[in-house]
């Protein structure tokens, strides 16, 4: 559980970030319409959880920084009986203010007024310039005359780059929800099943064990399916002799985990897979060792392109010296994607690479990434021996960079070939 005195001490450093003279405003997520009358499930924005922990829509946090300090204004829905009726109990201005560590809280109703009145003699307004939200719209229309305009969101992303504790701890909850999935799915994975059921199976653990969601559509990607990389529809039939690829990762309390394991629909590998599986396991297990404070995410990359290349070079995927195969950039056809990304209360963590100036940010202690090195051999590639062609293996962990190196988070899920087959 994340404090009311971590939301509000992260209010503050965001607060020692803004410019003097200058107002912050970060909204709430839109509701969503899927269709006349009914609605997608609602998850609030990051950066505005990040900054309050609060789950309404229709609200927004407003930074107001001057010579005074920072002062923190909290718009929140009125009660009303009627609105409450259909969509749920609101907290209210009242309660608001009891659980919330801001200076004031008022209507969202007022919001428009009130920003007209904050905004008057300002110099600068901070907004995530990645929302459109009509909110959004109505900021930057009461602003014109504002002298600049910057995006509060790469603020609050450096900050999101280091985990807390808590965060930690939150992060660490959904692995282990995530890993009873898992292992789940490799028990119930049989032939002549849909991908959607082993789907529904997954995300049946993530509920049954608290985690109120997903933290993004899970990939169930049987066979030759598992070469699109983001495949969600997951309406093929498990076949026998194929593998299958799970990338599925619960939400726990907002914070996400990220795992893919591939698996044999039959519960044994066929010889070729087991080659291809090894190799990526072999490079998994290399690259997530290399990780410690003041490594380069790049150099990770790099170094799983090239254990990755001497690997399809020895198998006979690709021919050639794996040198010069990098130079050309030939695995890129079957390593096409990041060796990891930051995770956190997003599983594409909104967190920078690079400072401003353009440098890459080194790990540092606190920061949780994935490592997920894959090999993509689609079935039309005649390029390929036979034997190969149609299999898709990607294998993800989530790691936390420590003072000393590193945590492999979710080390308990079952990853080597023996393990997964028994
Ligand atoms: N689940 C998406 C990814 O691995 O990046
Ligand atoms: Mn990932
Ligand atoms: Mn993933």
Redesign the pocket.
Known sequence: MIRESEYKSRRDTLGNKLSNNSVGVLFAAEAKTRSNDTEYPYRQNSNFYYLTGFKEDNSALVLVKSKKGLKTLLFVQSKDKKAELWNGKRLGEKKAKERFLVDEVHSIATLQTKLRELLENKKTLYYDFALEYPKVKMLKKESQKLFAQKNIASLIGSMRLIKSKAEIELIKKAIEITKEAHHGAMQFTKCDKYEYALQAHIEYIFKSNGAYNDA?TS?VACGNSANTLHYIKNDKILQKNELVLI?A?CEYDYYAS?I?RTIPVSGKFTAPQKELYSMVLDVQKKVIKKIKPHAKRSKLQSYAEKLLTKGMVDLGILRGNPKKLIQKKKHKKYFPHGIG?WMGLD??DEAPYKYPNGKEIPLQEGMVL?I?PAIYCDKKDKTIPEKYRGIGIRI?DNILVTSSGYENLSKKIRKEVVDIEK
Do not use: L, M, Q, R
């Open positions: 993004y990939i990338d990762g990220d893919t990304h599983v594409h994935t997920e993800e």
